[in-house]
Structures are given as C-alpha cells and as structure tokens.
C-alpha cells in the first residue's frame, strides 16, 4: 500500500521561502514520475510542478524561477523549495504519484501581503 504524506507547510511573509516535503511509503518512488500540485480556495487543483524518474522536471509558468522540485531516492522522499512567495501562492499543496494514482493528505501554505 503506497501512501504520501505532506509536511513543511505554514504561515510565511510574501517574499518568504518555505521547504514542502513528501515521503512515500512503499517501493514505488524510485521508478515513478512524482508531482507537487495545488488547489487554492475556490480554485482548481494545479501542476506545480513534475519531476520524472531521470529527474526530468517541468514547472507552472507561475511558479517558473521561484520554485524547485528534488527527490531523494534513498530517502522516498520528492520537495519543492518555494522562494519568493506571493499571496497568490496561498493553497494546500499536494504530492502526487500518477502511475498509482494516490495523492497525499495535502499542507497548507498560506502567504501573507
């Protein structure tokens, strides 16, 4: 049973950085395509941002040059380093494994003006 769980989220000033981590259990990380996504209130859930298992990565234009995701294969575990945090930013954020179809609880970032 593969399950992902969020963590890193808080209250951070606009302009502020923030670390979210996800770690899987289970032995589906190494091999698999992991993503971050975010769903703001009223909003639709997002891509954040991809990163394959050779480490191919893709961004949000919106988050493009403010945002990077790693994995750490030996530790079942993806990031997103978020730097200069805008309000708009403000969502619960949550990691993805698309082959299994399973998402994490989600943790909420919240960026204040």
């Known amino acids: 049973q593969v399950q992902l769980v969020e963590s890193g989220g808080g209250l951070v000033q606009a302009g502020g950085s923030r670390r979210l981590s996800c770690v899987a259990s289970?032995?589906?990380?190494?091999?698999?395509?992991l993503g971050w996504y975010r769903q703001a209130p009223g909003k639709q859930r997002e891509l954040v941002a991809m990163i394959t298992s050779g480490c191919r990565i893709n961004y949000a234009d919106s988050v493009q040059g403010r945002v990077t995701i790693s994995r750490d294969n030996t530790k079942n575990t993806m990031y997103l380093q978020m730097n200069s945090l805008k309000p708009e930013d403000t969502a619960f954020y949550y990691c993805?494994?698309?082959?299994?179809?399973?998402w994490g609880q989600g943790t909420q970032v919240t960026v204040s003006s």
């Open positions: 993805n494994l698309p082959s299994y179809g399973k």
């Open positions: 289970g032995r589906a990380f190494s091999g698999n395509t």
